[in-house]
Protein backbone atom coordinates (compact mmCIF):
# COMPACT_ATOMS: atom_id res chain seq x y z
CA UNK A 1 0.00 0.00 0.00
CA UNK A 2 1.33 3.30 -1.16
CA UNK A 3 0.82 5.84 1.74
CA UNK A 4 1.96 3.07 4.66
CA UNK A 5 5.23 2.18 2.20
CA UNK A 6 5.51 6.28 2.57
CA UNK A 7 5.52 6.31 6.04
CA UNK A 8 7.75 3.79 6.73
CA UNK A 9 10.50 4.97 4.12
CA UNK A 10 9.70 8.52 6.02
CA UNK A 11 10.71 7.11 9.27
CA UNK A 12 13.59 5.31 7.84
CA UNK A 13 14.86 8.56 6.46
CA UNK A 14 14.04 10.63 9.30
CA UNK A 15 16.38 8.00 11.49
CA UNK A 16 18.97 7.27 9.26
CA UNK A 17 19.56 11.42 8.63
CA UNK A 18 19.46 12.14 12.58
CA UNK A 19 22.11 14.56 11.98
CA UNK A 20 20.72 16.81 9.35
CA UNK A 21 17.56 18.14 11.76
CA UNK A 22 14.88 19.53 9.52
CA UNK A 23 15.22 15.98 7.59
CA UNK A 24 14.85 14.23 10.55
CA UNK A 25 11.90 16.24 12.19
CA UNK A 26 10.19 17.12 9.00
CA UNK A 27 10.46 13.82 7.71
CA UNK A 28 8.92 12.37 10.73
CA UNK A 29 5.63 14.85 10.65
CA UNK A 30 5.25 13.75 6.94
CA UNK A 31 5.06 10.59 7.81
CA UNK A 32 2.26 11.23 10.26
CA UNK A 33 0.17 11.98 7.38
CA UNK A 34 0.73 9.38 5.69
CA UNK A 35 0.11 7.15 8.48
CA UNK A 36 -3.38 8.80 8.76
CA UNK A 37 -3.87 8.66 5.09
CA UNK A 38 -3.49 4.74 5.87
CA UNK A 39 -6.00 4.94 8.39
CA UNK A 40 -8.39 6.47 6.72
CA UNK A 41 -8.62 4.99 3.76
CA UNK A 42 -9.42 1.71 5.63
CA UNK A 43 -11.82 3.41 7.08
CA UNK A 44 -13.67 4.26 4.00
CA UNK A 45 -12.56 1.51 2.52
CA UNK A 46 -14.49 -0.97 4.69
CA UNK A 47 -17.70 1.54 4.39
CA UNK A 48 -17.79 0.29 0.67
CA UNK A 49 -17.28 -3.28 1.88
CA UNK A 50 -13.58 -3.76 1.19
CA UNK A 51 -11.03 -5.05 3.58
CA UNK A 52 -7.83 -2.40 3.21
CA UNK A 53 -4.93 -2.96 5.83
CA UNK A 54 -4.76 0.25 8.33
CA UNK A 55 -1.74 1.58 9.99
CA UNK A 56 0.46 -0.18 11.94
CA UNK A 57 -0.14 -0.06 15.49
CA UNK A 58 3.67 0.96 15.86
CA UNK A 59 4.47 3.18 12.93
CA UNK A 60 8.05 3.65 14.51
CA UNK A 61 11.00 2.37 12.23
CA UNK A 62 11.27 -0.81 13.86
CA UNK A 63 14.26 -2.59 15.52
CA UNK A 64 16.88 -1.30 13.22
CA UNK A 65 16.10 1.99 14.53
CA UNK A 66 19.22 2.19 16.92
CA UNK A 67 21.35 0.85 14.61
CA UNK A 68 20.17 3.68 12.44
CA UNK A 69 20.71 6.47 15.30
CA UNK A 70 24.14 5.23 15.59
CA UNK A 71 25.31 5.08 12.08
CA UNK A 72 23.74 8.61 11.72
CA UNK A 73 25.97 9.53 14.42
CA UNK A 74 29.24 7.80 13.08
CA UNK A 75 28.83 9.68 9.56
CA UNK A 76 27.54 12.68 10.58
CA UNK A 77 28.32 15.39 7.26
CA UNK A 78 30.10 13.48 4.84
CA UNK A 79 30.26 13.74 1.52
CA UNK A 80 28.75 10.10 1.29
CA UNK A 81 25.73 11.23 3.50
CA UNK A 82 25.09 13.50 1.53
CA UNK A 83 24.93 10.98 -1.93
CA UNK A 84 23.25 8.87 0.91
CA UNK A 85 20.38 11.56 1.37
CA UNK A 86 20.19 13.14 -1.96
CA UNK A 87 19.06 9.09 -2.92
CA UNK A 88 16.77 8.77 -0.23
CA UNK A 89 15.28 12.62 -1.45
CA UNK A 90 14.72 10.93 -4.88
CA UNK A 91 13.30 7.78 -3.42
CA UNK A 92 10.73 9.58 -1.06
CA UNK A 93 9.95 11.91 -4.12
CA UNK A 94 8.72 9.29 -6.40
CA UNK A 95 6.95 7.37 -3.57
CA UNK A 96 5.08 10.80 -2.97
CA UNK A 97 4.57 11.66 -6.79
CA UNK A 98 3.41 7.77 -6.93
CA UNK A 99 1.21 8.40 -4.34
CA UNK A 100 -0.55 11.87 -6.13
CA UNK A 101 -0.86 9.48 -9.01
CA UNK A 102 -3.22 7.10 -6.82
CA UNK A 103 -4.85 9.75 -5.67
CA UNK A 104 -5.25 11.20 -8.86
CA UNK A 105 -7.12 8.14 -9.83
CA UNK A 106 -9.48 7.67 -7.01
CA UNK A 107 -10.58 11.02 -7.39
CA UNK A 108 -11.39 10.50 -10.89
CA UNK A 109 -13.36 7.34 -9.82
CA UNK A 110 -14.94 9.58 -6.91
CA UNK A 111 -15.68 11.67 -9.30
CA UNK A 112 -17.81 9.05 -11.83
CA UNK A 113 -19.35 7.74 -8.98
CA UNK A 114 -20.55 10.90 -7.74
CA UNK A 115 -19.19 9.67 -4.12
CA UNK A 116 -18.82 12.76 -2.02
CA UNK A 117 -17.17 10.89 0.60
CA UNK A 118 -14.72 9.81 -1.45
CA UNK A 119 -14.34 13.41 -2.80
CA UNK A 120 -13.52 14.62 0.53
CA UNK A 121 -11.14 11.75 1.44
CA UNK A 122 -9.30 12.50 -2.02
CA UNK A 123 -10.09 16.78 -1.27
CA UNK A 124 -8.13 16.22 2.08
CA UNK A 125 -5.32 13.96 1.70
CA UNK A 126 -4.13 14.69 -2.08
CA UNK A 127 -2.61 18.61 -0.80
CA UNK A 128 -1.19 16.84 1.98
CA UNK A 129 0.47 14.10 -0.88
CA UNK A 130 1.49 17.44 -2.96
CA UNK A 131 2.97 18.88 -0.07
CA UNK A 132 5.10 15.89 1.08
CA UNK A 133 6.82 16.14 -2.74
CA UNK A 134 7.07 19.83 -2.61
CA UNK A 135 9.20 19.64 0.73
CA UNK A 136 11.53 16.59 -0.93
CA UNK A 137 11.57 18.68 -4.45
CA UNK A 138 12.75 21.50 -2.60
CA UNK A 139 15.43 20.19 -0.22
CA UNK A 140 16.70 18.22 -3.49
CA UNK A 141 17.24 21.80 -5.31
CA UNK A 142 18.81 23.10 -2.05
CA UNK A 143 20.82 20.02 -1.42
CA UNK A 144 21.81 18.63 -5.05
CA UNK A 145 24.58 21.45 -6.25
CA UNK A 146 26.42 21.57 -2.80
CA UNK A 147 26.91 17.72 -2.73
CA UNK A 148 27.37 16.82 -5.86
CA UNK A 149 30.17 19.40 -5.91
CA UNK A 150 31.99 18.02 -2.94
CA UNK A 151 32.17 14.93 -4.06
Not at 19 to 44: F, G, I, K, P
Not at 50 to 77: C, I, M, S
Not at 100 to 107: I, N, P, R, T, V
Amino acid sequence: MGEHDLERDLLAVAERHRAEHEVHHVARDLARWSHEHTARLAATGRRHGLDLPGPPDDPGPGALAALREKTAGALGRRPTTGLLLLHDLRDLHLAAARNSLHWEMLAQAAQALRDEELLDLVGSCHPQTLRQMRWTNTLIKAQAAQILTSV
